[in-house]
């Protein structure tokens, strides 16, 4: 059984920040990557930020120069800081794993967090 959970959405003015955490457990033995996803009220649910266990990362162009994703291998958790906010970032953000429960998978899974609700708005 593993568990996502997220933590550090809220309410924010434009151009302020916020610190998502996403913190791993359970049955896990090795994680290939972590990643943030959000989704708008009638938009797809999309890819903003994703890192593997040795620090390689990726992110959408929309978040580029203003997100930055960071990792504590140690503690199977994933961070998102996010600056200068826009009310467009306004979304659910969910946070996903993927790993091997177990030396005896063959293929790794993905985990998903509950999600947490992050508002930009004045």
């Known amino acids: 059984q593993v568990q996502l959970v997220e933590s550090g959405g809220d309410l924010v003015q434009p151009g302020g920040s916020l610190r998502l955490s996403c913190a791993a457990s359970?049955?896990?033995?090795?994680?290939?990557?972590m990643a943030w996803y959000r989704q708008a009220p009638g938009k797809q649910r999309e890819l903003v930020a994703r890192i593997t266990t040795l620090g390689s990362t990726n992110y959408a162009d929309s978040v580029k120069g203003r997100f930055t994703v960071s990792r504590d291998n140690a503690k199977n958790t994933v961070y998102l800081q996010m600056n200068s906010l826009k009310p467009e970032d306004t979304a659910v953000y969910y946070c996903?794993?993927?790993?091997?429960?177990?030396?005896?998978?063959?293929?790794?899974?993905?985990?998903w967090g509950q999600g947490t609700q992050v508002t930009v708005s004045s």
């Open positions: 359970g049955s896990i033995f090795r994680v290939n990557a």
């Open positions: 996903n794993a993927d790993l091997f429960p177990s030396i005896t998978t063959f293929h790794s899974r993905n985990y």
